[in-house]
C-alpha cells in the first residue's frame, strides 16, 4: 500500500502570502494518479486538484499542483481568508490512500 | 444538479448492525464508482472501499476489509455501508463520494469529484 507523508502538519500563514504545501509517496505514483481535497470544519472534503496538476471544475487558478513521482506540490499563489483550512493529498492510482493532512491557518 | 444525500445521523449501541446509504441522482449512477470514507472526530480522512454500481464490482482497503460491507442497487441509484456488530471505534464522520472510471490495465476509478454531506455515526452504550 502506498503511504503518502504530507508535509508541514500546520502552516501559519497571513492572506496574500503564497502557501507550499507537499506530499510524499512511498513509492512512485502511476501516472501522476494524485489528487488534492480541501475540507473546512464541519464540511465534506472538495476536491482541488486531479491529476497531479489539473484544476477541477470552479476551483480558481490561486491554486495550482504539479510534480511527479514521488513528490508532490500544491501551491496557493495568494492566500485569500476562505483558503484556510484542511488539505490532503490523495493518491488512486493503486487502490486510493490519503495523506494525513496539512492544517493552513491564519497566522 | 449531480449530487449524493446520504442517510441521516445515526445512535446505535454495541453490538448493534447498521446499514447508511447514499443516493445519487444528476447523472448515470451505473457508470461512476461509489467509495466509502471515514473520519474518526479530530481526524483525517481513510478510504474504505468502493464499488462500481453497474455491475457491483467491489473493493475494499485492507483496513476494513471484513469489517464492513458496501454494497449497492443501481435499480434506485443507491449505494450502502454496512456494519453486522458495531464497535465504539466505530464513531464517526462517514462520507460517500462518486469517482469517475479509468482504465489502466483493467477498470479502475479516479479521484472523488462529488461527496455526499456525511452521515454521522455515533456507538455508545
Known amino acids: 500500500e502506498i503511504v503518502l507523508t504530507q508535509s508541514p502538519g500546520t502552516l501559519s500563514l497571513s492572506p496574500g502570502e503564497r502557501a507550499t504545501l507537499s506530499c510524499r509517496a512511498s513509492q512512485s505514483v502511476s501516472s501522476s494518479y494524485l489528487a488534492w481535497y480541501q475540507q473546512k470544519p464541519g464540511q465534506a472534503p472538495r476536491l482541488l486538484i486531479y491529476g497531479a496538476s489539473s484544476r477541477a471544475t470552479g476551483i480558481p487558478d490561486r491554486f495550482s499542483g504539479s510534480g511527479s513521482g514521488t513528490d508532490f506540490t500544491l501551491t496557493i499563489s495568494r492566500l485569500e481568508p476562505e483558503d484556510f483550512a484542511v488539505y490532503y493529498c490523495?493518491?488512486?492510482?493503486?487502490?486510493?490512500?490519503f495523506g494525513q493532512g496539512t492544517k493552513l491557518e491564519i497566522k | 444538479e449531480v449530487q449524493l444525500v446520504q442517510s441521516g445521523a445515526e445512535v446505535k449501541k454495541p453490538g448493534e448492525s447498521l446499514k447508511i446509504s447514499c443516493k445519487g441522482s444528476?447523472?448515470?449512477?451505473?457508470?461512476?464508482?461509489i467509495g466509502w470514507v471515514r473520519q474518526m472526530p479530530g481526524k483525517g480522512l481513510e478510504w474504505m472501499g468502493i464499488?462500481?454500481?453497474?455491475?457491483?464490482?467491489?473493493r475494499y482497503s485492507p483496513s476494513f476489509q471484513g469489517q464492513v460491507t458496501i454494497s449497492a442497487d443501481k435499480s434506485i441509484s443507491t449505494a450502502y455501508l454496512q456494519w453486522s456488530s458495531l464497535k465504539a471505534s466505530d464513531t464517526a464522520m462517514y462520507y460517500c463520494?462518486?469517482?469517475?472510471?479509468?482504465?489502466?490495465?483493467?477498470?479502475?476509478?479516479?479521484?472523488?469529484?462529488?461527496w455526499g454531506q456525511g452521515t454521522m455515526v455515533t456507538v455508545s452504550s
Open positions: 464499488i462500481y454500481p453497474g455491475d457491483s464490482d467491489t
Open positions: 463520494a462518486r469517482a469517475g472510471v479509468l482504465w489502466f490495465g483493467e477498470r479502475t476509478f479516479d479521484a472523488f469529484d462529488i
Open positions: 490523495q493518491q488512486y492510482g493503486s487502490s486510493h490512500t
Open positions: 444528476g447523472y448515470s449512477f451505473t457508470s461512476y464508482w
